[in-house]
């Protein structure tokens, strides 16, 4: 397999604009199938890349315990009934103090404008944050359909949770609200029902079979960008960033992956190659073999750390990941 043909397995649809929104590749409407983009939108750790996995079937975009891990849009593509569902999963949106801090919020609310519906994911159990609130205003514009999600519902009472839906909608008003909880499924089945009936008729966007547009190399760098978070802690993970320089398939059909990880400091390289090695083999270890899976092809990762002083100015590095650098 090539390395052209690798980089296409997951996602193999041109984009353009902010939903990237592929030339449509099913039958003409009339056939009774539907299809659009679904903009989740929220304050981070709310649970929207949980929830995009879960009502994708399989995992499409990373997760972690760490605020802001999503840092551009990812597409997850979903079908149920005769619906296409396209998901967008937004960057959290929170108030900005950097230049990346910017861009992403900006790209949170670009994919938001353009979707065809938006979901509003609230974590019930911290209820209305400052985020939120902002999120609610800024909402108040949104002239797509709109549903507001209360997620992790299992944690709080049910009147809690009923004072905290009237909280919510008093501020702004939504077409539909779903209790879910993205972890578990529960309340999911209801959503896609509804979504698979409010979305316009018309063909679809991508194979049937298809359920990301990532492509396959930029998968694998946020797949060990993931585990990057995961294993380090505190502000290090935010001032990092995963590039994969080469995917070569080797004659017995495996392939060559090598990927660099980029820090702003000396410090911060020694941190995550940790003692005589030991936090890098474990991040490689943890990404190759999930990386194995996602190509379902045999992978020999090698992972570099480079020092490369304020990435995060770097308009090359805005550009790869899909955010306007002008932010």
């Known amino acids: ?30 056939t009774g199938r539907r299809s659009g983009f679904v903009a989740l939108i929220g304050a ?6 949980t929830l995009v996995n879960q009502l994708v079937g399989t995992k499409v975009t990373i997760v972690t315990h760490k605020v802001q891990t999503t840092r551009a849009l990812v597409r997850g593509i ?16 929170f108030k900005p103090k950097r230049r990346l801090d910017r861009a992403m919020v900006k790209t949170a609310w670009s994919g938001a404008r353009d979707a065809d519906i938006v979901l509003a994911i609230v974590d019930a159990e911290r209820g209305v944050s400052e985020d939120v609130e902002r999120i609610l205003e800024r909402l108040k514009d949104t002239r797509s359909t709109k549903a507001l999600l209360l997620n992790k519902v299992d944690r709080i009472q049910r009147d809690k949770l009923l004072g905290l839906t009237q909280q919510i909608t008093e501020r702004t008003e939504f077409d539909r609200v779903f209790m879910i909880s993205a972890l578990d499924g529960s309340g999911c089945p209801d959503l896609m029902d509804w979504l698979a009936q409010t979305l316009p008729e018309g063909p679809w966007y991508y194979p049937e079979d298809q359920v990301s547009d990532l492509p396959l190399r930029q998968l694998a760098a946020e797949i060990t960008r993931e585990k990057l978070y995961l294993r380090l802690h505190q502000e290090l993970p935010y001032s990092s960033h995963v ?3 080469l995917w070569e398939t080797r004659p017995d059909g495996s392939a060559r992956v090598e990927q660099t990880i980029y820090v702003e400091r000396d410090s911060q390289k020694a941190i995550v190659l940790g003692h005589k090695g030991e936090t890098i083999k474990a991040i490689g270890k943890a990404a190759r073999e999930e990386i194995m899976e996602a190509a379902d ?29 002008s932010s």
Do not use: C
Not at 44 to 49: D, F, I, R, T
Not at 78 to 93: C, L, N, R
């Open 1 to 30: 397999m090539s390395d052209e043909t690798n980089d296409d397995a997951i996602g193999t649809a041109g984009a353009a604009g902010a939903t990237g929104a592929a030339a449509p590749t099913g039958e003409a409407s009339g």
């Open 44 to 49: 981070p750790n709310a649970g929207k890349s």
């Open 78 to 93: 979903a079908m149920h009934k005769t619906a296409q569902i396209v998901f967008v999963d937004t960057p959290g949106v």
């Open 243 to 245: 590039e994969t320089e």
């Open 297 to 325: 092809q045999k992978v020999h990762l090698f992972l570099f750390v480079k020092v490369r002083e304020n990435w995060g100015d770097d308009p090359e590095r805005y550009r790869e990941m899909g955010l306007d650098y």
